[in-house]
């Protein structure tokens, strides 16, 4: 496990610019003077077993933004939190029942930029114990589990489009069994997967 440590330290101490919903999408002009909101979302990355995993939640499909999608833990960070590393853990703790203090943080992936307006930081930690899943059902459909080698393989991932506005947008995909993954959870998750290969 100190090899995946010291792997992912290095992935995450390069430098390098972020990255955003509009990567793919050249043509897309982003607003000028836009003010973006700072949110955190938590990479949990299970050691437990000889198998390392990245923990993702299915949102609910009651939700009114972004229903039934895959994403981190994670969301908009609150004026009680310190910062978008607590705001990730806050929200972690609220959505799937993760203790605050298990995660251990390794690092941080550059922010990442939403097409709704977030500038999202995502908060890299292991967690090296077992804890009992509670999904809030309000958000939270499913917990699940992806290997941490799947989402590594850069040939794990497709780029996709749909219209969207009125519009072609193109976007990353990392596909899982029955799971689709998407948008800036692919995006954020493929930025560390090209880090890890440097």
């Known amino acids: 496990m100190s090899d995946l440590i010291e792997a ?4 995450l101490d390069q430098a ?6 509009f990567d793919l999408n050249p043509d897309f ?11 955190g979302v938590l990479v949990p990355i299970s050691v437990i077993g000889e198998i390392p995993h990245v923990i993702l939640t299915k949102r609910s499909s009651a939700l009114k933004h972004h229903p039934g999608q895959i994403a981190f833990p994670g969301g908009k960070q609150d004026a009680d939190d310190r910062d978008v590393t607590a705001a990730a853990l806050r929200e972690a703790w609220e959505e799937i029942g993760l203790p605050r203090d298990l995660p251990k943080v390794i690092g941080h992936l550059p922010d990442h930029e939403t097409v709704t307006g977030f500038r999202v930081t995502p908060v890299v930690a ?6 009992e899943l509670r999904p809030e059902p309000g958000e939270v459909d499913e917990v699940f589990s992806v290997p941490l080698a799947h989402l590594l393989d850069l040939d ?4 996709e489009s749909r219209h969207w506005r009125g519009v072609q947008r ?11 993954i998407w948008g800036a959870t692919a995006r954020m998750l ?5 880090r890890m290969k440097r």
């Open 8 to 11: 992912l330290r290095t992935a």
């Open 16 to 21: 390098g610019d972020g990255s955003s919903d």
């Open 29 to 39: 002009e982003l607003p000028a003077g836009r003010k973006l909101r700072p949110a």
């Open 126 to 131: 292991l967690l090296e114990q077992d804890f």
């Open 156 to 159: 794990s991932y497709v780029v």
């Open 170 to 180: 193109h976007y990353f995909t990392v596909p899982y069994g029955p799971y689709y």
């Open 190 to 194: 493929r930025g560390l997967a090209a």
